[in-house]
């Protein structure tokens, strides 16, 4: 969560950011039907419905019940409901059973968002009494709702997934004609660098202390690796040898039967994807998306390359202005032509560990990044379904290795 | 499924029987939203739109298909989406799967429910077309949606108990106050007795042939064993004395962590239970319900009795007249004092085995019953959740011995 | 257990029996070294070292110290390490873990077996107090030890296909070359017959009470299916055919990929399968072994026929002696040209239930056999791993539908 | 593996080290029975015989094969049995099979251990032919031998204290009396600093490159945590306080029912514990064994400070003589008064993952660390079940953070 002041004159940013971020969640959820709002297809994935009061329940918990005087909540259950993984916020639901909550109904959570989003423009109304501290929990707040954006429409691919019919999210679009781009690497000198976030503007405790690092000089590809490198990889046997593999990610695509990424099959020698846009042929040249870090750390070592650490990722694109294919522009998938920012979260070859120095903040919101701290792999560089507005040179997103689900992608990289 | 012939003079009962079947069904999904249609809490239980839409799709399949000239289906990916188990039927969507179709939402499920009842009409209208094949098909389709409705209020109540805010379905209503209903027995002589159905009117493949079986003197309680009972036994310490129970049986108590049946919880010294009127104080004279064989079978054991035989059950109540608190009285739980017929579903001693004599008939609809006769107990008596037109004395439903989700309850039976 | 008393004039019966017993157990376990008798493959089957130990604590539990004055265990933790599932006995080790149990060793076991058999010398010396009580114990306690030596061998069998050197247990001998033996039925009429135990000389409580049972005309074939017959239900596609197949029976098929019996394999076009004399070519004429109650069963729809009700094997064998192929033979495998009784125990289609009137005996010993009743089938006829002297016609052996490492096969029967 | 040389004037050493090696593995099953020797209690634990048999088939596979001519195995199928996980040499048995073993039994491995020493010698002995290649993987394999030592007798215990008689291993011995001593630190500069193996003399493959880290100030505990320390974190409920663990951390601990270290109960008040020597009192002031990553983890976190890197670690102890209480110094448990070395693995905040410009090397020994290179932590310092010999500042262990069963303890360190 923030480390970072919301200094005075960020004021005015604050209200926008939240009626932005509020906004673009109901946005999201226009094309759903209360039934799609129910979905939830694994312990991993929450209804679309439980995504939006969740966030709604954050702002109520954190901001209106501290701080705005007289607030009462619509319902006093909604906290045990909607709270996700705060053992200091109270008891919870369990995680694996939000699809099995048929009311609060759809209607009921849009008018406990109403409810709160009426109190929150009360809050913020009161402009002398918003102390940094307030204007903080908002911002953050609001970018804990573009994460639960990402998760709302990942999770409800998911769940539409297991519909035979496969039902189409957002009308389709044909993916533009396009021709292979060859592979360029970009190379980095060594020697201790720093990276982490610097305390100028917001972002979550994880992404500092800003910190030395000594690195290795080291090569990074240009994009990203696309479905046709893929494919390439898969026609070479790469699915079936595990000399490419770690030998966990070999047990678990052997388990799980994986000769592909999630949500591909095979139809008259055509590799075809299930998309938020509905159904697709494969397009060749956009970057390969739902691989899990053991599926990417097997192609890299086949590839002969590696993947980056996250070190390595930051120091090379730090500079790179925030530029590329997010879930505002609406694709819904990745394109073509990716760049770095955007399209797809590239798999980093670290494990998603503290910075040096890093403390989680006392009370409640210490848990939002710290107890995740074991077993989950960083990825950088944002998707299709991220907010622009969320991201940073600085941020990290993790999960676990066996995890596809997300719009997850790689990047390859080798020393030099 | 029928092995009985609709004969001539029937005729006007059919479509009659069709339209309140039909209308039933819809009145018990009333009061749902499309949320709650949607709820699945585990493989056994399918959601309430999936009944409306199986029940549809047998129609459609058995009898609007082969005898319908001309008639098309909206959708002819329904087939797979809405066939339960009948392999000779084609493939069919996974059962667990059943809660992750959120389209065809719930208006096009009843649209679906539309076309199909507008066919049959058609088709019924054609009175001279109509052979007693197509007759006999339309009131087993009838039968099998009053079971599905059994099973559509088994299976919400089951989806609404995973609910911490425990959702009314239909509102609350106070249980009569009463007092406790001794236990008196019903003696019954020995000998070869016959036992199934006679061929006389409707009913399932497995209730015949009628058949001699050589059954020994027994008395048979005259009330089912009530929650007072139940509460007596557990007092006792009768979930923790392995001595009342099959091994099999204190396995699953123990690995469930079972102290009571289904749905209960202890109040402030009060045992209450969730039902479809909502959260209730026990009802003590009311039978016990929501107990696995399992339970029955120890209770039985512990009390000095045993279950009776389901042909010591038929035998004994063959000529008592099928009244009592069925679905369509509308109480949606067990009321006290009741008698032989309805409230609760009585398990038997015996396992679901063919009568001698039985052959599962030719083609898709011999799959009804004959597949499912391994490792399930055969219960009695009908129970407030069943429609009381389907009910006959010789009707056997059949359970795992540690399902406890339906309205299952339990009678004693001794040797005399 | 015993019901039945072990009258006087048998006294000098019982010494012998109890000494040909023991030896017999001591017998089988002679070419076996301390770690084949380690050997616990799965929860269902234990390690030779147990049998030993445990047959001897029966006698030490039940008899000994109960009645032999002054009598002291070797070592009292062997009554937690070696009772089997007699909870009024005590709490037991965990079944699963018996395996892991390497002291006592074997020869600390060994010493244990000569300390309870000199024990017994010594009580069965005291002719004059020798009651018919504890004669009947000792009886009892023989035919317990002879039902674990069928499992000592058949668990044997099962550990030992888990060493991919699948080693020799007893020298190999090649099988009698055959030629096929028609399929021949018997018929018998029909009405109130007899079957159960009677009371005279030994039997188990579940053998009884004798009783009246109606039955209808049926055939029942002259010998046991063969791997011929099976083999051609193989080619016939028997295995992947839902059709044949209770539904349950299906799933358990297809999630452990059966498609042929247990412990075989094809190898240059031809069935081999691993026996106790090692691995040889499937002996066509030899009845089908190691196959479940669903795969039984699915073969006799196949083809066209049903499995026999326990009361009619019994009916239709009562009066044929009990010879054949038992494990007293040492063929340690089903032999071609096999009759009634003996090769291969035979499922029937009767789940394992209480006879009219059956009371478990007061005590420990009432959990012999009353607390299995639920979820298992009836097998009858003994096999080529049973101990001839253990057989009578109404013995009820019972497994698990899904279970194949007995002597089980089957033997087929119609309606006339 | 060997990723540097053993120069030729090591030649003599090489000889002497297999010596003493094969002679320690031989030493430390002599007080086990042929029954010990087949435990195998979990898919990650193996049998003594099977360790037994495994080392002796690297020396087999990896050096006599290539390199004597004219070397013949005395079982070709031992190949398939005892390969561990090298798919490049091979099928291999299922690992969680490897306690089905019963054959070859104990006398047949030891032969083969003499066969292959016999080669071994041999082959040692043609001086002039033997390459540094061959010195090199001679060496490897012994210190491949060393670490399997202390998987057999970490295994060993495991698999001991599934028998409730809890059976002593090698006499029991009281621990000494001892007071408490003083939690200290050492403080250390941070900078760039070098760690990894520098290439001189015998190091595995993960150890190197030598490479520059980046580290801050920090101090570190001048001795491991101890067993009353961990008594204080029980006691002040350590365990069941969530805000001390990772989410996943918590998790397990719920799941698995974790109140206290591996191998402890309570009695009279007292803390006891299971060792190779035996139950025994837990002795205070001993390094506390056998607690998880995330029992470590929390322990650190509710003292206030935190797990050291690897780095610090080996930057801290590179200097410090590899003194301690090793295997070879026979006390089989962590002893009280430990310092840096030996006694506990220490978890580290490290996963184990790739140094900068690590490279597996070819062939099949490049599967001998990379391929691990997920989800694991790193552990450093040694244990009481480590040879000396295999021990270097270097040494890089690691293990999943669920697992509990090697000598595993931790050090705390924390910011400055």
């Known amino acids: 969560m923030n480390q970072t002041n919301a200094v005075a004159q960020e004021v005015p940013y604050i209200p926008s950011l939240f009626d932005r971020t509020r906004t673009q969640t109901t946005k999201l ?24 009061a969740h966030t709604t329940w954050f ?45 609060p109904d759809n209607a009921d959570v849009r008018a406990y968002r109403e409810h709160v989003d009426g109190a929150m423009a009360e809050l913020i109304a009161l402009e002398r009494d918003n102390t940094p501290e307030i204007l903080d929990l908002i911002e953050l707040g ?73 690195v290795y000089p080291f090569a990074i590809a240009d994009r990203p690796v696309t479905n046709r490198d893929w494919i390439t990889f898969m026609d070479a046997g790469g699915y079936s040898d595990p000399r490419h593999w770690l030998m966990e990610g070999f047990a678990v695509a052997t388990k799980e039967g994986w000769t592909h990424p999630l949500y591909w099959w095979q139809q008259d020698d055509e590799w075809w994807t299930f998309t938020l846009r509905g159904s697709q042929p494969v397009a060749l040249d956009a970057p390969v998306v739902h691989v899990s870090y053991y599926e990417a750390d097997a192609f890299a070592r086949w590839a002969g390359a590696r993947l980056p650490t996250e070190a390595e990722h930051e120091h090379a694109f730090a500079h790179h202005p925030i530029r590329g294919n997010f879930l505002n522009d609406g694709t819904m998938r990745p394109m073509p032509g990716s760049g770095v920012w955007g399209d797809v979260w590239e798999w980093t070859a670290s494990p998603f560990t503290p910075y040096p120095g890093f403390k989680a903040p ?21 998707s299709c379904a991220t907010a622009q507005e969320q991201m940073r040179s600085s941020y990290r997103t993790f999960f676990y290795p066996h995890q596809r689900w997300q719009m997850m992608g790689l990047r390859l990289a080798k020393n030099t």
């Open 362 to 382: 006392e009370g409640t919101l210490g848990e939002y990044n710290g107890k995740f701290m074991v077993n989950q792999m960083v990825m950088r560089g944002g």
């Open 142 to 214: 609001c970018h804990h709702e573009m994460q639960h954006q990402e998760l709302l429409v990942t999770d409800l691919l998911h769940g539409l997934s297991f519909n035979p019919l496969l039902p189409v999210y957002r009308e389709p679009e044909p993916m533009p004609v396009t021709t292979e781009v060859p592979l360029t690497w970009s190379r980095h000198d060594g020697g201790v660098i720093e990276i982490g976030h610097d305390g100028n503007g917001f972002a979550y405790d994880c992404e500092g202390p800003r910190h030395k690092v000594y």
């Open 29 to 52: 959820v226009a094309p759903l039907l209360p039934e799609d709002m129910m979905l939830q297809s694994m312990e991993d994935a929450s209804p679309a419905k439980w995504h939006l």
């Open 59 to 103: 702002f109520e918990e954190f901001i209106l019940k501290p701080f705005l005087p007289g607030y009462a909540s619509p319902d006093d259950r909604f906290a045990f409901l909607f709270n996700s993984y705060y053992v200091t916020a109270g008891p919870r639901h369990a995680r694996d059973r939000r699809g099995l909550v048929s009311r």
